[in-house]
């Protein structure tokens, strides 16, 4: 499934309503891990790979990882490179795939990027269920309208098939196991 959110308790509820216990969630922006505190207290037996390009998170972060019981990997880095996708498809192929991907880059009503982000991270690491938070493609989705009808039941564009896998990575036969 793939839910779209802007509010941060909805985005929040989602992320409880969603997360189970053993589960591999993959956080892209996660700030000062506030969400990744909750996340954290979900998936107690599953582990974290939580991701920002921004200077304040690391500091957090590690303070997080030092109290939670929960494994928590933070990795520094612009979730736009194709560099991070493929360190990132490394750790989870190690821990079995990606059960849920979680893409909150801000940017309000500028879904472009987190658009792209979505759909080359969630057609790589094929969670089973993705929640984005961003107002700009709440509202898309909320008000276009379409005759054709196309869609998909997992937390992916299943009905691109691996299109959106970036070929680099393809080569390296790096997208999820599960597939
Ligand atoms: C709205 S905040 C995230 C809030 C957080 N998810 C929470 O629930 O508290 C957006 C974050 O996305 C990060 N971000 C934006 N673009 C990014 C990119 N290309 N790569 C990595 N992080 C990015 C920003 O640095 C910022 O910390």
Known sequence: MINVAYDIE??????RDIIKKDDVVVE???????????????????????????????EKLDELIKEISTPIEFIESDVRLHETLEEVA???NELGG?????????GGYH???TFK????????????ETIIRNRGLLDFL??????????????WLESCGD?????????????????
């Open 98 to 106: 990606c059960d849920v991907l979680s893409v909150d880059l801000g």
């Open 28 to 58: 892209l922006g996660c700030h000062v891990g506030n969400s990744t505190r909750i996340i954290a207290q979900l998936a107690l037996e599953g582990k974290i790979i939580a991701l920002d390009k921004g200077s304040q998170s690391k």
């Open 117 to 128: 982000v979505f759909y080359i991270w969630s057609s790589t690491l094929k969670p089973r």
């Open 10 to 15: 909805v985005y929040r509820q989602v992320l």
């Open 163 to 179: 299109d959106g896998i970036p070929t680099r990575l393809k080569e390296l036969k790096l997208w999820s196991p599960k597939v």
């Open 142 to 155: 909320h008000s276009a309208k379409g005759t054709e009808k196309i869609s998909s039941n997992k937390g």
């Open 111 to 113: 879904p472009d990027t």
């Open 90 to 92: 490394r750790k989870v």
